[in-house]
């Protein structure tokens, strides 16, 4: 089945320490997200690739990194995790033109010690 | 700004009744779409439903149908026949165009219980 996954599931990272979290996608969007969801809110926007076109949300902190190698990955790169920025991470896609709905993988929880 | 509103943060419905969560937003456009997605817990979201604004007719998918009053900004879903299996987050959506960008604006969620 076609659908968006992410890698790993649970992440635990030192306060300060660099990590990286992947997101893979075998629906051939050209647009993937990534979104921060802290615990009963609403997800916020971090930024999205337009194909290789990289638009960051304006209130997204510089901390937070992303790549996208080719159409089907994507990563996030917190540069240096503050007890802040402990979250779940989602990754989601969606190819525009179309339904316009976005897709979702099932997030990775990262817990900053 | 486009602005979604969940005046609802908890919800509780007895299984096989109906219940209806609530949503309003605000936007200036007239062409547009809104979207109900469904979070269980420790899973992952996915969308329930899907409306889109030019259209009047009210979208259904199985048990779950919208109410969407576009004059009044409203688009509720109603979730008939609760199986224990709704339980969840659900947070209403509306697609925002921004510089050539489709974005999701959402709103802060409903929790739904569903009791035996």
């Known amino acids: 089945d076609a659908m968006v996954i992410q890698n790993p599931r649970y992440q635990v990272t030192q306060f300060g320490k660099p990590v990286t979290l992947s997101c893979s996608q075998t629906l051939n969007h050209n647009v993937m997200y990534w979104y921060q969801q802290k615990s009963s809110q609403a997800p916020k926007l971090l930024f999205h690739?337009?194909?290789?076109?990289?638009?960051n949300e304006a209130d997204t902190p510089d901390n937070f990194q992303s790549r996208r190698p080719n159409t089907s990955f994507c990563f996030l790169d917190i540069r240096s995790p503050g007890l802040g920025d402990a979250a779940m991470y989602l990754c989601?896609?969606?190819?525009?033109?179309?339904?316009?709905?976005?897709?979702f993988g099932p997030g990775t929880r990262l817990t900053v010690t | 700004a486009q602005t979604v509103t969940q005046s609802q943060p908890e919800m509780s419905v007895q299984e096989a009744e109906t219940v209806t969560l609530s949503c309003t937003y605000d936007?200036?456009?007239?062409?547009?779409?809104l979207f109900w997605y469904k979070q269980p817990p420790s899973r992952q979201m996915i969308l329930v439903i899907r409306q889109e604004a030019y259209k009047q007719q009210n979208a259904t998918e199985n048990r779950f149908s919208v109410n969407f009053q576009k004059a009044a900004k409203s688009f509720s879903l109603k979730i008939s026949d609760s199986q224990l299996g709704d339980a969840a987050m659900y947070f209403c959506a509306y697609r925002k165009t921004q510089g050539g960008s489709e974005k999701l604006v959402f709103g802060k969620g409903t929790k739904l219980t569903v009791n035996p």
């Open positions: 690739y337009y194909d290789k076109d990289f638009n």
């Open positions: 989601a896609t969606s190819s525009r033109g179309l339904t316009y709905e976005q897709y």
């Open positions: 936007t200036s456009e007239s062409d547009y779409y």
